[in-house]
């Protein structure tokens, strides 16, 4: 369950909630309990262009990523 108790509401497996501005944040689990990652940032206010898993800010800096993927240069190349 997320936020307060009069209108909390359960968070499905792996999916996200998206919380209000404040300053502070209840969670409860329930049974087995829960395993929660909390992120907090501030809006960054720029156009947002998704396709697949990228995501840019515009349609071609996804064509580029794109391209960049199907030429092997978004591979990790940390040995």
Avoid: C, K, W
């Avoid at 909390?38 to 580029?64: H, T």
Wanted: charged residues 20%; aromatic residues 4%; glycine residues 12%.
């Amino acid at each position: 369950m997320v936020g307060p108790a009069n209108v909390a509401r359960t968070l499905e497996t792996h999916h996200a909630g998206v919380l209000a501005d404040g300053d502070a944040v209840e969670l409860a689990g329930e049974g087995e309990g829960a395993r929660v990652l909390l992120l907090a940032g501030r809006p960054l206010l720029e156009p947002i262009v998704q396709y697949g898993p990228f995501v840019m800010n515009s349609r071609e800096e996804i064509e580029q990523a794109m391209s960049d993927y199907q030429q092997g240069a978004l591979t990790d190349t940390r040995q």
